[in-house]
């Protein structure tokens, strides 16, 4: 763990140090500015750009608000995340994207200094888990998760391990392990069954985990075992009622088993959810025209077309048009 925290406090050091280079000041160096005066937001903005980083952040909160031009509102802004990244004012960071997230959703500027600004967040507070609980099950957890990032299997798989010897009633982690066994490349039928253990192993510590369910299900649906496969995946949507991907499984595993009329329902109900997913369509277009509804079919094949045009889609979740 230790290893990866300090990449990330690098990581974070970089990027303040990058923001005020080139700025003509330097922050420690600067002389104080009274903060008793009100300023405004082209000083706020000047004293920033300076690197009077503690002095600008009101002045510039205050920069933000509707009677002011877009784009000085923009750069109050941009400023006010890096300046309150820089003091370590995580609130006012907050602030500061959510202000900018409301006016300027759509500015790509904006949405890559959000999302550094996001990445710079969850570094300082996995800093503090690390400094605060080094050995807590969560600080285990965090590792365990950038290991499987960087491809780590083994080392990743070691950590959950040592949580489970530490708590084997622990939460989440035998489906963790599970995912990070499947995601494991190459994994052959020996390491497939030792991840269904694991999910087995989660639903008798939470019988609510819908996304066990659901790879259950997946892996049953994989084996060609239809009823298995039905059962985890209705089990799923039933226990995550906007789980679209289960009400899909469910579907097509039903088509599997050439139960087509019962496929429509689940089908429809994904469809709602996720509209834009082009194997639902196709999916509900086979048990369409299996059952004789061909005018409806052909719509919802028509869409598949064209939300799959140009694009590189995966498997199809049915047959297609006959």
């Known amino acids: 763990m230790c290893s990866y925290l300090k990449t990330i406090c690098i990581f974070s050091a970089m990027s303040v140090a990058l923001f005020f280079s080139g700025s003509g000041a330097n922050a420690q160096q600067s002389k104080s500015v009274s903060t008793g005066v009100k300023i405004s937001p082209q000083q706020a903005i000047a004293l920033a750009e300076q690197g009077h980083c503690r002095e ?25 995340v890096r300046c309150s990244l820089a003091v370590d004012d995580r609130n006012a960071t907050l602030n500061f994207i959510s ?16 999302v550094h600004a996001y990445s710079d967040l969850s570094a300082r507070t996995a800093q503090d888990l690390a400094r605060t609980a080094p ?4 600080a285990h957890k965090l590792n365990a998760e950038a290991l499987e990032e960087q491809g780590k299997w083994q080392p990743a798989e070691l950590e959950y391990e040592w949580i489970l010897h530490k708590d084997p009633s622990a939460r989440g982690i ?7 066994l499947l995601s494991e490349p190459n994994a052959g039928p020996d390491v497939k069954e030792r991840a269904k253990q694991e999910f087995l192993k989660e639903l008798q510590i939470d019988p609510s985990n819908s996304d ?35 009400y899909l499984g469910w579907g097509v595993s039903l088509i599997g088993d050439k139960k087509y009329q019962e496929a429509i329902p689940p089908l429809r109900i994904a469809e709602r959810l996720t509209p834009a997913n082009p194997d639902i369509h196709n999916a509900l277009g086979t048990a369409l025209v299996r059952t004789g509804q061909k005018e409806e079919a052909e719509k919802e094949f028509a869409i598949h077309r064209s939300l799959s045009s140009g694009a590189h889609p995966g498997a199809s979740a049915g047959e297609g048009p006959q």
């Open 212 to 246: 066990a369910q659901f790879i259950l299900g997946e892996l049953a649906r994989e084996d060609g075992n239809w009823d298995e496969a039905i059962s985890r995946f209705s089990k799923a949507a039933k226990l995550n009622p906007s789980f679209a991907e289960a």
């Open 56 to 80: 600008s952040i009101s002045a510039l909160k205050n920069a933000m608000v509707a009677q002011f031009p877009a784009e000085t509102r923009k750069k109050a802004g941009v400023l006010g």
């Open 135 to 138: 050995q807590s099950i969560a």
């Open 99 to 114: 202000s900018l997230s409301r006016q300027f959703s759509q500015d790509p500027d904006v949405l890559y200094v959000i």
């Open 174 to 180: 035998h489906f963790l392990l599970g995912r990070l």
